[in-house]
């Protein structure tokens, strides 16, 4: 490989706002926040909307999501064309 063109991996934590669960992992993400780990050291912080643990694929668990009836919505201004 070629020196100087690869971004650097380092240990990175990514927070699962939706399942309020984190992650330490590597990764060459930047972030300006940082949080202090159970291991006492401090790592960059990474807020994700939705990973592993909140995904309904991987839980096994179906979540509404469309909670401003937008289907309906639709429906009703286009109509259902059969």
Request: net charge positive; glycine share 6%.
């Amino acid at each position: 490989m070629r020196s100087g063109i690869h971004p650097v991996s380092r240990p990175v934590v990514f927070r699962d706002r939706a399942a309020d669960t984190a992650f330490l992992t590597t990764s060459t993400a930047r972030s300006a926040r940082t949080i202090e780990w159970a291991d006492g050291n401090t790592y960059p912080l990474i807020d994700v909307e939705i990973s592993s643990a909140s995904h309904p694929f991987y839980t096994g668990n179906a979540r509404v999501v469309d909670t401003a009836g937008r289907v309906e919505r639709f429906e009703r201004r286009y109509g259902r064309q059969s």
